[in-house]
């Protein structure tokens, strides 16, 4: 299960950014998850319970943002859904797209954190 090392690298760069900011307890990680990106939103989502244990983030949620896999076809400018299994065939023109716009994306993209107790 390759999203419990995955959970674990989203909760230490949280952990280290929040620190950085001077927070001292996370209280949600919100992450873009592509539905290319070979991660499990159910599973990234346990991980994440397990991985955040003992750390600021123990009682923190993941907010997992799906992203749809979108590719642009230029002949015709068209852009369109890929769906699973990914076709780059443009259902417009019936040409093969070479350019995926968004669908691979695994990244952090907001932390809510709180300062430390006084």
Known sequence: MHE???ATAIVEQADALARADGAGVVSAVTVRVGELSGVVPD???FAFEVARG???LAGARLVVEQVTA???CGPCAEEFEVGMPP???CPR???PSQELRCGR???ITAIESAP???
């Open 93 to 95: 023109c019936d040409h």
């Open 70 to 72: 979108r590719a642009y």
């Open 54 to 56: 003992g750390t600021a």
């Open 105 to 107: 994306e695994l990244e």
């Open 116 to 118: 430390p107790p006084p």
């Open 43 to 45: 599973a990234l989502d």
């Open 4 to 6: 419990l090392s995955i």
């Open 87 to 89: 076709f780059f065939w």
